[in-house]
């Protein structure tokens, strides 16, 4: 897979463990909510590495 | 029922607390790498495994490499991907994996799955189901149990209907065994409340809320936080208590009685009813917008009397750990030929009565003992047949059934007519030798 390809495929799997993350969280135990939502925090600023990441690639 | 053991292959944090979330109930473990994966398929033992395609950033497909090694150990595997292309697919299943899906729909996808896994364990599971949680031979029963099976691991809400008896809350009891919910089993009888305690049974109460409560106690929906909250007889749930009811399922909070802060509980309900649910509507009894609420999926439960093959396995089940009971013929047949209309409720009395009472082979004679007549409903017989004859016809054989009424109508007949025979010759339109053939019978003693 080249390299544009896994970026493409990283975020859309990231982006879809987030929409899952926060279709659960209303029904999280609040004991376990803050954990949860430090990890939806590194998911999105993954994305938004890896966005970095795909605007420094070279335009098609 | 025992915890499946999964296995989760999974390097993405977030998507790993996901999955945990998803199958909370059952017995789950996760590796973050290939090393780490390849290890714990070759020493552990797991029913299923979720395997994600790509294991880092910089991964060429290692999932795809577990797939042969998780096969080869006899575990039902399972590929989670985004890369949902052709290829991948076609590679994956080529390898051996039994489902592929496409992340996304986590929540839906993993229960489908644990159904599917479930059903398809080569019938041993469907085997044990029949044989304990629920005893039936029944095909149609067998199907409607499967079916619901499917449905067990979702929190979709479920309704049964059927008579007393039938196996509606044992029937709930094994859908909660089977939806991986770790919480406990709560059933309630709504009918054998009234309103108010119905109320502070349900929501709890708060210590000093009304005069006799001197401390706080946990109501049934808190009971059954993260279990299965089992209403039977919903049809007895007064409307403005179904209406507190269905804000409670569709928020997942209540107000117990006398408290300022709500209370959260994960519950999901499945409910029952003996009654008919279209009248209950129609009389207004049920509110159709909880309806809609608590039907989701509809069983179906059959009487006993439509699934006789069920009667003698039930009767082992009763007895299992205990005394066993061997019947004779007649009395297997009288057995049968009852319509149990209090269904397995009447059937576990009768065990317990046989069994307690008995020594050697039940006889037919033990058995019309403890069937007794008044548990027989009227309908049972066909009209003209009373329970009389019909018990003198499975004890003689129904020619000397046959034999006992024809002299009982002459007999009849004879006495209106003081005696006269050719007016009973006329009325009852017989012959004078079924006549006398008759009156000989009634003077010769009875064994002569």
Same mark, same amino acid.
């Given at each position: 897979?080249?390299?544009?390809?896994?970026?493409?495929?990283?975020?859309?799997?990231?982006?879809?463990?987030?929409?899952?993350?926060?279709?659960?969280?209303?029904?999280?135990?609040?004991?376990?909510?803050?954990?949860?939502?430090?990890?939806?925090?590194?998911?999105a600023q993954d994305i938004i590495r890896l966005l970095g990441e795909l605007e420094a690639t070279p335009k098609p | 029922?025992?915890?499946?053991?999964?296995?989760?292959?999974?390097?993405?944090?977030?998507?790993?607390?996901?999955?945990?979330?998803?199958?909370?109930?059952?017995?789950?473990?996760?590796?973050?790498?290939?090393?780490?994966?390849?290890?714990?398929?070759?020493?552990?033992?797991?029913?299923?495994?979720?395997?994600?395609?790509?294991?880092?950033?910089?991964?060429?497909y290692s999932g795809l490499k577990l797939i042969p090694l998780a096969v080869s150990k006899g575990i039902y595997s399972v590929v989670m991907s985004s890369c949902d292309t052709e290829e991948t697919i076609g590679r994956a299943y080529a390898l051996g994996c039994k489902e592929f899906y496409v992340k996304g729909n986590e929540e839906a996808n993993v229960s489908a799955i644990i159904a599917r896994y479930l059903q398809g364990d080569g @019938? %041993?599971? !469907? =085997? /044990?189901?029949?044989?304990?949680? +629920?005893?039936?031979?029944?095909? *149609?029963?067998?199907?409607?149990?499967t079916e619901a099976l499917k449905y067990a691991a979702t929190n979709?809400?479920?309704?049964?209907?059927?008579?007393?008896?039938?196996?509606?809350?044992?029937?709930?009891?094994?859908?909660?065994?089977?939806?991986?919910?770790d919480g406990n089993f709560v059933a309630m009888n709504c009918s054998a409340y009234t309103e108010d305690l119905l109320e502070s049974e349900l929501f709890g109460y708060k210590r000093g809320a009304f005069t006799g409560a001197h401390?706080?106690?946990? @109501? %049934?929906? !808190? =009971? /059954?936080?993260?279990?299965?909250? +089992?209403?039977?007889?919903?049809? *007895?749930?007064?409307?403005?208590?179904q209406v507190k009811l269905l804000k409670a399922i569709e928020e997942k909070s209540f107000y117990p009685l006398g408290a300022d802060k709500p209370e959260y509980s994960d519950f999901r309900v499945i409910s029952a009813t003996l009654e008919?649910?279209?009248?209950?509507?129609?009389?207004?009894?049920?509110?159709?917008?909880?309806?809609?609420?608590?039907?989701?999926?509809?069983?179906?439960?059959?009487?006993?009397?439509?699934?006789?093959?069920?009667?003698?396995?039930?009767?082992?089940?009763f007895t299992k750990g205990t005394k066993r009971l061997a019947f004779e013929l007649e009395a297997k047949d009288y057995v049968l030929a009852h319509s149990w209309p209090g269904n397995t409720r009447e059937l576990k009395r009768f065990v317990g009565l046989v069994a307690a009472g008995t020594q050697g082979a039940v006889t037919l004679e033990t058995v019309r003992?403890?069937?007794?007549?008044?548990?027989?409903?009227?309908?049972?017989a066909p009209e003209g047949v009373t329970q009389a004859y019909y018990e003198y016809a499975l004890k003689h054989g129904l020619a000397a059934a046959v034999d006992r009424f024809t002299a009982g109508i002459i007999n009849h007949n004879l006495s209106e007519n003081r005696g006269k025979?050719?007016?009973?010759?006329?009325?009852?339109k017989i012959s004078k030798r079924l006549l006398y053939a008759t009156l000989a019978k009634a003077r010769t003693p009875e064994g002569e």
């Open positions: 897979m080249a390299d544009t390809e896994k970026i493409y495929h990283t975020i859309k799997s990231k982006a879809v463990n987030l929409k899952a993350a926060a279709e659960q969280l209303p029904k999280y135990p609040p004991e376990r909510r803050d954990k949860m939502i430090a990890l939806m925090r590194e998911a | 029922m025992d915890k499946l053991k999964i296995l989760v292959i999974e390097d993405d944090s977030l998507a790993r607390e996901v999955m945990a979330n998803n199958l909370a109930g059952q017995a789950v473990d996760f590796a973050t790498d290939k090393a780490a994966a390849e290890r714990k398929l070759k020493a552990g033992h797991y029913d299923i495994c979720f395997i994600d395609l790509l294991l880092g950033e910089n991964d060429d @019938g %041993k599971k !469907a =085997q /044990a189901v029949f044989s304990g949680g +629920f005893i039936t031979n029944d095909p *149609a029963t067998r199907a409607l149990v979709l809400p479920l309704l049964i209907l059927g008579p007393s008896g039938t196996g509606k809350t044992t029937l709930a009891e094994l859908l909660h065994e089977h939806s991986g919910r401390e706080n106690r946990r @109501g %049934k929906l !808190a =009971q /059954a936080d993260k279990g299965t909250l +089992f209403l039977d007889e919903i049809g *007895a749930m007064s409307q403005n208590m008919d649910v279209q009248k209950l509507l129609a009389e207004n009894r049920l509110r159709f917008d909880f309806f809609q609420r608590v039907h989701g999926m509809t069983i179906t439960l059959k009487p006993l009397a439509q699934r006789k093959c069920d009667i003698f396995p039930l009767m082992q089940a003992k403890h069937i007794t007549p008044a548990a027989t409903p009227p309908a049972a025979k050719a007016a009973a010759l006329a009325q009852l």
